[in-house]
């Protein structure tokens, strides 16, 4: 996606679209996802997920948003060409999926090995190069790397070298994080950690710091500078985010299970559709199909006689909203009586 970004010529809009890709998770982030929401979310896997994805597209689009509102180019009408649509074939179809499919598999069999490796020999190794057996596994390079960041995860309750070592290595290639929690935790991670950790966890992996593959393509795309700010930007606004879930998990769990949350979502829905509502009503949308001429935009609403009173005409200003409505009554009326 961040290579396809180069078809855009207008360059600050090409910016703003790596900006929102590093938000919209890969699908070698997907391992990772399954892992932790069939550990920890049974039944709701899918849910999960989807979640994910649906929230990842609309944080891309609001980063994108506030990124044009701080650009003060001139925007530009984009223009592209799309080759006329025709219905795939099922064997061309067939063959394209192989060809992804088979890519997709051997990418992750040769990162997964290539970490695995890296992971077993900082895991068995101490800073003096000795050998450490699996009871010594806490004073090994990889324990006393994963400990140095581990404080940043400690708001989200996760309090584990490990699951630092596994963040680290997802920076590398996000196939990693799923090769490095095999290796650290054996028996697995159920029971490790809390399901609202975990949930936080979840969050930070799927918004964070893309890997270094995409990395490199953003620095062929983008500036250097501007890709190191959109690396360190996409880290912090997935940290806050983690923090965040964490809090609101907590929260909602203290609140008393589901009803709290569904509570504070109907209310809030209430409280957007009565604004809204007022705001309507505020700027004098029509009654009985009398248009009173108070919106910004050219009005388009037809009177009972089938014709617009008053198109092409600029919105009153707040004093004269109450004599522009009795003038298309007025209107209206005479309109009426010369139908009759």
Not at 105 to 129: G, Q
Not at 185 to 206: K, N, W
Not at 310 to 324: C, D, L, M, N
Request: hydrophobic share 50%.
């Amino acid at each position: 996606g961040i290579v396809a970004s180069r078809s855009v010529e207008n360059r600050p809009l090409q910016n703003r679209t790596v900006l929102a890709l590093h938000f919209i998770p890969c699908s070698a982030r997907m391992p990772a996802f399954l892992l932790i929401a069939t550990t920890f979310f049974k039944g709701r896997e899918f849910v999960a997920v989807s979640l994910l994805y649906a929230f990842g597209l609309a944080l891309g689009i609001a980063a994108s948003w506030v990124a044009s509102k701080a650009d003060a180019t001139p925007p530009q009408p984009f223009v592209s060409e799309i080759p006329p649509l025709r219905f795939p074939r099922a064997q061309a179809v067939l063959k394209q999926l192989n060809y992804y499919l088979k890519s997709f598999i051997i990418k992750m069999i040769t990162t997964l090995l290539a970490v695995s490796v890296i992971v077993w020999l900082m895991r068995s190794f101490s800073p003096s190069f000795e050998f450490l057996p699996e009871e010594r596994i806490s004073e090994s390079l990889l324990a006393k790397l994963g400990g140095a960041i581990s404080f940043i995860f400690r708001p989200m309750g996760i309090d584990s070298w490990q699951m630092s070592v596994a963040a680290i290595c997802g920076l590398v290639a996000k196939e990693g994080i799923v090769s490095a929690l095999a290796l650290l935790y054996p028996a697995g991670i159920a029971g490790e950690f809390s399901a609202r950790s975990m949930l936080a966890f979840l969050v930070f992996i799927a918004y964070y710091t893309p890997c270094a593959i995409a990395l490199s393509a953003s620095v062929n795309e983008v500036k250097g500078r501007l890709c190191a700010f959109y690396a360190v930007f996409s880290f912090l606004a997935a940290l806050l985010l983690g923090y965040f879930t964490y809090f609101a998990a907590s929260v909602i769990e203290l609140a008393g299970t589901l009803n709290a949350a569904l509570a504070v979502v109907t209310a809030t829905a209430l409280v957007f559709a009565v604004s809204h509502v007022s705001n309507k009503i505020k700027r004098g949308k029509s009654d009985d199909n009398i248009c009173c001429g108070c919106s910004r935009k050219t009005c388009q609403a037809n009177c009972r006689a089938g014709r617009s009173l008053h198109r092409g005409e600029k919105a009153p200003s707040k004093q004269g909203r109450k004599s522009k409505r009795q003038t298309h009554e007025q209107r209206y009326n005479v309109r009426k009586r010369g139908l009759n």
